[in-house]
């Protein structure tokens, strides 16, 4: 028996050195030393970050709904006093004035923070010095593993988070029976540890507020009125504590608990202490379990919340005593079904395939590796599933993985750009189930957002503000005026349902969506205002984080009618219109909404050829700024098109200016501008300038990259992976009003590849190949009867479809 243990082991190890030369595993010869380090797994709604460390494994755990504080108290923000006001100093030129008022009367305060769960730790008994180490993410199968050999024992652990079973779910394997270890739960939040003889529990409360923020920055942008966790009535500061828990809080927060479930092979596993003992076992399984009492953005998970408990039993019910060997095969099966969709190949050499993960990343610059830009784009589809799966939260801005109680940005969703961008890749790489928690978090915005539109600015329809959490935070947030005041997040977010429409022709999905975009068509259609020139403008609007220079050199940020404020309604109104015609349905509201389109204000070119940003030209502040929001209509948008080459070409120009080397998220949205610009010389500079080494160990501002885990970097913020796997998309694939473009955008050095099952708008399926940096063939498979032109540089072929049919298309 041991001895065919031990070739089974062997053969296992073989299997594991050689699926990490494999193009889809990423692969290293050492632990990570840091968190932004470890490999990621999830199920959608756990998340979990694995070391690898062959003498105590940290597994740190997220669950989605773990969010600081409470629902939002609405904070009697009214603009509508102050509205006529503003107008009139901006039509005087009076920008900073106007700027000065909204920053005193209209700011908010931040918003709560998503919070990490737990850590699981594996104490092993062994510390002695360990050979032939390899961590591992295999994203064929979304399992990490971790092989190494001990006093002449093969060890390995493999970790995955299962949807099916809804656990992270860890297996130790031993090629004799010498695994023997602690294992325990901890947290940072203060906790109670239980246990009986089957399971070890961790219960706790997650802070009743958690506040970035000090007291002398709310004093700075006088918001001591609406906090009252720091300030009484009089505006003295009554504590300082960033970190607030329930205790001094009426009790407030969410409560959480974790259950860990081990079973065992040979030698003896027992529990005492609250924690799980192994002594000289074969195997061991260990089951992690989290719920939290979260019961909707509007229900107090403190006082009418979810019992953790009866959910970590609901959960334990649905495993049923499975051997590891049946949970690992459904836990493939079911991840497979969405990753196996699409495949992506480029050649590389083989001293490149024998290379570390991060030996080539460090050496990217050296020697182009594409298979390296493979393993980012379809790490990109990875994260997607692992993130953003049925009923649960969407992907926030470190997705579903963070280890800080005052996490980066709050680890909230950013809605001028971020939480867009994570999902721009949920249609094209055939991941549109992964795009449901978007929606379940639009509905629930729009449900907020009527209230907003009527208290806030006296108006019909439904709008929200750039940043919330979990608890759908409606208001403005605090800051600086240029970016805590923007009300186009819900007009921007109903793109995707419009979107997703395109893709899938699901006519039951847009006629349950359609009431959000007529209430967020509502609304834009009553904030518009005309301008002098008789042009439908914004009366109050900024462009996303961004600042100019008036005539005597003072940064200003107010206008009316910023460009991408009007690109995003115009979308939004043609999107609207089509839906209703579709859906025969509102005809006045459609005449209504077509009539003030065409008098949207036009965009506009400046002097040195460029594209606009604000409602005049002005001199930038900072003309290399990370965000572009002025180029939304050329991507994601598309309504700048070659077909407008005047202002076409003044996108290119902005983009120009604005240039390839900035933050990670905004050099991955570059190679999607550049793409729709047809240049794939500059797509292809953004994009390899992300592929760039970060240690997290050395603090830089602005320097984007890659953590040696592919994760975006400085800090992790994981929008910048999304992005790059949308636009490598964009380079390979774009599709618009039934014509469907092939390989618009390829890289000079791309030379031969293929890339199959991504998806066009129509629903079509379309697998390319190319060899000498040309089109060999490509299939396009359509689930509709419909017609489409397929394009590949200048040539165009017409060709009809009937339901399901694949069809090959070759270019000469």
Same mark, same amino acid.
């Given at each position: 028996?041991?001895?065919?243990?031990?070739?089974? !082991?062997?053969?296992?190890l073989?299997?594991t050195v050689?699926?990490?030369?494999s193009n889809l595993?990423?692969w290293?010869k050492?632990p990570?030393?840091?968190?932004?380090?470890? $490999?990621?797994?999830?199920?959608? #709604?756990?998340?979990?970050?694995? !070391?690898?460390?062959?003498?105590?494994?940290?597994i740190?755990?997220?669950?989605?709904?773990?969010?600081?504080g409470e629902?939002?108290?609405p904070?009697?923000i009214?603009?509508?006093?102050?509205?006529t006001? %503003?107008?009139?100093?901006?039509?005087?030129?009076?920008n900073?004035?106007?700027?000065?008022?909204?920053?005193?009367?209209w700011?908010g305060?931040?918003?709560e923070?998503y919070q990490?769960f737990?850590d699981?730790y594996i104490?092993?008994?062994? +510390?002695?010095?360990?050979?032939?180490y390899?961590?591992?993410?295999?994203m064929?199968?979304?399992?990490?593993?971790?092989?190494?050999?001990?006093?002449g024992?093969? %060890?390995s652990?493999?970790?995955?988070?299962?949807y099916?079973a809804?656990?992270i779910i860890?297996h130790?394997?031993?090629s004799?029976?010498?695994?023997?270890?602690t294992?325990?739960?901890s947290s940072?939040?203060?906790?109670?540890n239980?246990?009986?003889?089957?399971?070890?529990?961790?219960?706790g409360?997650?802070?009743?507020h958690?506040?970035?923020?000090?007291t002398?920055h709310?004093?700075?942008?006088?918001?001591?009125?609406?906090?009252?966790?720091?300030f009484d009535?009089?505006?003295?500061i009554i504590?300082?504590k960033h970190?607030i828990?329930?205790?001094?809080?009426?009790?407030?927060?969410?409560?959480?608990?974790a259950c860990l479930? /081990?079973s065992?092979k040979?030698?003896?596993?027992s529990i005492?202490n609250?924690q799980?003992?192994?002594?000289?076992c074969?195997e061991v399984?260990?089951m992690?379990?989290?719920?939290?009492?979260?019961?909707g953005?509007?229900?107090?998970p403190?006082?009418?919340?979810k019992?953790?408990?009866?959910?970590?039993?609901?959960?334990?019910?649905?495993?049923?005593?499975?051997?590891?060997?049946?949970?690992?095969? &459904?836990?493939?099966?079911?991840y497979?079904?969405?990753?196996?969709r699409?495949?992506?190949?480029l050649?590389?050499?083989?001293q490149?395939?024998?290379? /570390?993960?991060?030996e080539r990343?460090?050496?990217? +610059?050296e020697?182009?590796?594409?298979?390296?830009?493979?393993?980012?784009?379809?790490f990109?589809?990875?994260?997607?599933?692992?993130g953003?799966r049925?009923e649960?939260?969407?992907l926030n801005?470190?997705?579903?993985?963070?280890?800080k109680?005052? /996490?980066?940005w709050?680890s909230?969703?950013?809605l001028?750009?971020?939480?867009?961008?994570n999902y721009?890749?949920a249609?094209?790489t055939?991941?549109?189930?992964?795009?449901?928690p978007l929606f379940?978090?639009?509905?629930?915005i729009?449900? &907020?957002?009527?209230?907003?539109?009527?208290?806030?600015y006296g108006?019909?329809g439904w709008a929200?503000?750039?940043?919330?959490s979990?608890?759908?935070?409606?208001y403005?947030? @605090?800051?600086f005026?240029?970016?805590?005041?923007w009300?186009?997040?819900g007009?921007?977010?109903?793109?995707?349902?419009w979107?997703?429409?395109?893709?899938?022709k699901d006519?039951?999905?847009?006629?349950?969506?359609?009431?959000?975009?007529?209430?967020?068509a509502?609304?834009?259609?009553?904030?518009?205002?005309?301008?002098? &020139?008789?042009?439908?403008?914004?009366?109050v609007?900024t462009?996303?984080?961004n600042a100019y220079?008036?005539p005597?050199n003072?940064?200003?940020?107010?206008?009316?009618g910023?460009?991408? @404020?009007?690109?995003?309604? #115009?979308s939004?109104?043609?999107?609207?219109?089509?839906?209703?015609?579709?859906?025969?349905?509102?005809?006045?509201f459609?005449?209504?909404?077509?009539?003030?389109?065409n008098?949207l204000?036009?965009?506009q070119?400046?002097?040195?050829?460029?594209? $606009?940003?604000w409602?005049?030209?002005?001199?930038?502040n900072?003309?290399?700024?990370?965000?572009?929001?002025h180029?939304?209509?050329?991507?994601?948008?598309? *309504?700048i098109?070659?077909d407008?080459p005047?202002?076409?070409?003044a996108?290119?120009?902005?983009?120009?200016? #604005?240039?390839?080397k900035?933050?990670?998220w905004?050099?991955a949205w570059?190679?999607?501008?550049?793409a #729709?610009?047809?240049?794939?010389?500059k797509?292809?500079?953004?994009?390899?300038?992300?592929?760039?080494?970060?240690n997290?160990?050395?603090?830089?501002?602005?320097?984007?990259?890659?953590?040696?885990?592919l994760?975006?970097?400085?800090?992790?913020?994981?929008?910048?992976? !999304?992005?790059?796997?949308?636009?490598?998309a964009e380079m390979?694939?774009q599709?618009?009003?039934?014509?469907?473009?092939?390989?618009?955008?390829?890289p000079?050095?791309?030379?031969?590849?293929s890339?199959?099952?991504?998806?066009?708008?129509?629903?079509?399926?379309?697998?390319?190949?190319?060899k000498?940096? +040309?089109?060999?063939?490509a299939y %396009?498979?359509?689930?509709?009867?419909?017609t489409?032109?397929i394009?590949?540089? *200048?040539? %165009?072929i017409?060709?009809h479809?009937?339901?399901?049919?694949?069809?090959k298309?070759?270019f000469?």
């Amino acid at each position: 028996m041991k001895t065919r243990l031990i070739v089974l !082991f062997t053969i296992s190890l073989c299997i594991t050195v050689s699926n990490a030369q494999s193009n889809l595993t990423l692969w290293y010869k050492s632990p990570a030393k840091v968190w932004e380090e470890a $490999l990621p797994v999830g199920n959608g #709604r756990m998340g979990a970050m694995v !070391f690898g460390d062959p003498r105590k494994e940290r597994i740190q755990f997220n669950e989605n709904t773990l969010y600081s504080g409470e629902p939002e108290t609405p904070k009697n923000i009214n603009i509508v006093p102050d509205l006529t006001h %503003i107008q009139q100093l901006l039509n005087e030129g009076k920008n900073t004035e106007a700027g000065d008022i909204i920053q005193n009367k209209w700011i908010g305060r931040l918003n709560e923070a998503y919070q990490p769960f737990g850590d699981l730790y594996i104490d092993f008994d062994s +510390k002695e010095a360990v050979t032939d180490y390899i961590h591992s993410l295999d994203m064929e199968n979304a399992v990490v593993t971790t092989f190494y050999k001990q006093n002449g024992v093969k %060890i390995s652990r493999e970790v995955f988070a299962s949807y099916p079973a809804q656990a992270i779910i860890i297996h130790l394997k031993a090629s004799k029976p010498v695994l023997s270890f602690t294992a325990y739960l901890s947290s940072p939040h203060p906790v109670n540890n239980e246990s009986d003889s089957q399971v070890v529990y961790l219960k706790g409360q997650a802070p009743a507020h958690a506040q970035r923020r000090d007291t002398e920055h709310m004093k700075r942008f006088n918001t001591q009125r609406l906090h009252p966790e720091y300030f009484d009535a009089t505006g003295h500061i009554i504590q300082k504590k960033h970190v607030i828990y329930g205790d001094e809080m009426d009790g407030k927060g969410t409560f959480f608990e974790a259950c860990l479930l /081990p079973s065992h092979k040979d030698g003896q596993l027992s529990i005492s202490n609250h924690q799980v003992t192994a002594r000289n076992c074969s195997e061991v399984t260990l089951m992690l379990y989290a719920a939290t009492s979260y019961n909707g953005p509007s229900k107090s998970p403190s006082r009418e919340g979810k019992n953790p408990h009866q959910e970590i039993i609901n959960y334990r019910k649905i495993y049923k005593g499975e051997n590891y060997i049946e949970l690992k095969r &459904k836990h493939i099966i079911d991840y497979q079904s969405l990753f196996n969709r699409v495949s992506f190949s480029l050649p590389a050499s083989q001293q490149q395939k024998k290379m /570390p993960t991060d030996e080539r990343l460090k050496r990217f +610059k050296e020697k182009e590796d594409q298979e390296l830009l493979t393993q980012l784009f379809q790490f990109g589809r990875y994260l997607m599933i692992a993130g953003s799966r049925g009923e649960g939260q969407p992907l926030n801005l470190q997705g579903l993985w963070n280890d800080k109680i005052l /996490p980066p940005w709050n680890s909230g969703y950013t809605l001028n750009i971020n939480l867009e961008m994570n999902y721009w890749p949920a249609e094209v790489t055939n991941l549109s189930e992964c795009h449901q928690p978007l929606f379940n978090l639009i509905e629930e915005i729009a449900d &907020k957002g009527k209230d907003l539109a009527r208290d806030m600015y006296g108006l019909d329809g439904w709008a929200i503000h750039h940043n919330i959490s979990i608890w759908r935070e409606a208001y403005p947030s @605090d800051g600086f005026v240029y970016w805590f005041f923007w009300n186009m997040s819900g007009p921007w977010l109903c793109t995707h349902i419009w979107e997703h429409y395109l893709f899938t022709k699901d006519v039951d999905f847009l006629k349950k969506y359609y009431p959000i975009l007529k209430g967020a068509a509502t609304f834009c259609s009553e904030w518009l205002v005309e301008n002098s &020139k008789g042009e439908l403008v914004t009366p109050v609007s900024t462009s996303p984080e961004n600042a100019y220079l008036m005539p005597d050199n003072t940064p200003a940020s107010v206008c009316e009618g910023s460009t991408m @404020d009007i690109a995003i309604i #115009r979308s939004l109104f043609s999107n609207t219109i089509q839906a209703a015609e579709i859906l025969q349905t509102d005809m006045n509201f459609r005449s209504e909404l077509i009539q003030k389109r065409n008098k949207l204000k036009k965009y506009q070119i400046g002097t040195k050829g460029q594209l $606009l940003e604000w409602d005049k030209e002005y001199e930038e502040n900072e003309p290399q700024h990370r965000h572009v929001s002025h180029l939304l209509g050329l991507y994601p948008g598309h *309504d700048i098109t070659n077909d407008t080459p005047d202002v076409f070409n003044a996108a290119r120009k902005s983009l120009d200016i #604005r240039g390839n080397k900035t933050t990670g998220w905004s050099m991955a949205w570059k190679v999607s501008l550049w793409a #729709r610009l047809y240049d794939a010389s500059k797509s292809y500079e953004a994009l390899t300038n992300l592929i760039n080494y970060v240690n997290p160990k050395i603090k830089a501002e602005n320097q984007g990259g890659l953590y040696r885990n592919l994760l975006n970097a400085l800090p992790f913020q994981i929008d910048g992976n !999304f992005g790059a796997t949308a636009g490598i998309a964009e380079m390979l694939l774009q599709s618009h009003n039934e014509n469907i473009h092939l390989l618009p955008a390829l890289p000079l050095t791309w030379k031969e590849g293929s890339i199959k099952g991504l998806k066009a708008r129509g629903g079509y399926t379309v697998d390319i190949e190319w060899k000498e940096g +040309k089109t060999v063939v490509a299939y %396009i498979t359509s689930p509709y009867k419909q017609t489409a032109n397929i394009q590949y540089k *200048d040539q %165009i072929i017409k060709s009809h479809f009937n339901i399901g049919e694949r069809k090959k298309i070759s270019f000469k």
